[in-house]
């Protein structure tokens, strides 16, 4: 079964604005959140991450905000470049997940200059 | 400082076959864990390695199996190649074998291809 859950395959942003990247989990037990990125024939690389004790961490033009009861988080990126232009992974791990770190299907960023 | 490397980039094998995929570690990193991600997935965890010992393993069976060496380079070993094996397969590597206390680094994958 899928715990976490990226439900929109693609998003479309025009270059400054911001791109909004949303993820959903299932497994109340995550407490802590990733965000990766993925260019075409690179691993995905660390951006940017968030332990439940907070809602919000903020990295530079990268933002996470996390929503505990709604079982939510999502990425903002402001302003949004075209060098941003990927396919983005949520990603979570909890105390009782042992130690692996649970992926969604990931979201693929086009910024249009 | 080095990233994480993986050898071979791309590999087409025959159903039934075995495969052995490399992977050498970031240098100062302890911990190397392996992931299948198939076509329009996200990274799927297979196991994970801690000093030289399997350290937790996701839900692929006993033909998929690994090792680490003392330099934390790591080998994934697939038995009887079936064609849903066909996926990127990536290997992290970590300073510790604790989800909760760090990101993955990441190598660029081998593309593994069965028919």
């Known amino acids: 079964d899928q715990q976490v859950k990226q439900n929109s395959p693609s998003l479309s942003v025009q270059e400054g604005r911001i791109s909004i990247l949303n993820c959903d989990y299932t497994n109340s037990m995550f407490d802590y959140f990733l965000w990766y990125k993925k260019y075409p024939a690179e691993g995905p690389t660390f951006l940017i991450s968030i332990s439940s004790i907070k809602d919000k961490n903020e990295d530079g033009r990268f933002t996470v905000f996390l929503n505990k009861s709604a079982k939510h988080l999502s990425l903002h990126i402001v302003p949004s470049q075209p060098g941003d232009s990927a396919v983005y992974f949520c990603a979570a791990s909890g105390s009782n997940t042992g130690n692996q770190f649970y992926f969604g299907t990931g979201t693929s960023l086009t910024v249009i200059p | 400082e080095t990233g994480v490397t993986q050898s071979p980039t791309h590999l087409i094998k025959t159903r039934g076959q075995q495969v052995t995929l490399r992977c050498s570690s970031q240098s100062g990193h302890n911990t190397v864990s392996w992931y299948q991600q198939a076509l329009g997935q996200g990274p799927q965890f297979i196991f994970q390695?801690?000093?030289?010992?399997?350290?937790g393993r996701g839900n692929f069976p006993p033909r998929f199996s690994g090792l680490q060496f003392p330099n934390y380079s790591s080998e994934l070993n697939v038995n009887a190649l079936e064609l849903d094996d066909s996926a990127l397969y990536l290997c992290a590597s970590s300073r510790s074998n604790r989800a909760l206390q760090s990101s993955h680094t990441f190598g660029s994958g081998t593309r593994l291809t069965v028919v």
């Open positions: 390695y801690y000093r030289e010992e399997e350290n």
